[in-house]
């Protein structure tokens, strides 16, 4: 994937990638709760708090009993809450 002249949501998928220090390209699908809470800049527990009282509407999936988040929902979640025009 190339990160210039793309779209916000891919722009924010690129962010997501380099916080991660991965390729692009290589984005897991599903992103654990350590892994989502650094990409969002946030606590793990804060993460937890928001599923428990289903705060801030961030989806999740579950695997099995365990949190997982969908690189694509992130970006989406970041993208419906980015004010101004970057």
């Known amino acids: 994937m190339n990160c210039i002249n793309r779209d916000r949501r891919e722009e924010i998928r690129c962010e997501i990638a380099a916080t991660l220090g991965t390729d692009p390209n290589r984005l897991p ?6 892994q989502a809470a650094k990409v969002l800049g946030v606590k793990p527990a804060t ?3 928001w599923r428990s009282l289903g705060r801030h ?27 101004g025009k970057n």
């Open 29 to 34: 699908a599903l992103l654990t709760t350590e």
């Open 47 to 49: 993460l937890q708090n």
């Open 57 to 83: 509407d961030l989806p999740f999936v579950r695997v099995g009993r365990l949190p997982r988040y969908r690189t694509g929902d992130l970006a989406d979640w970041i993208a419906g809450r980015t004010s």
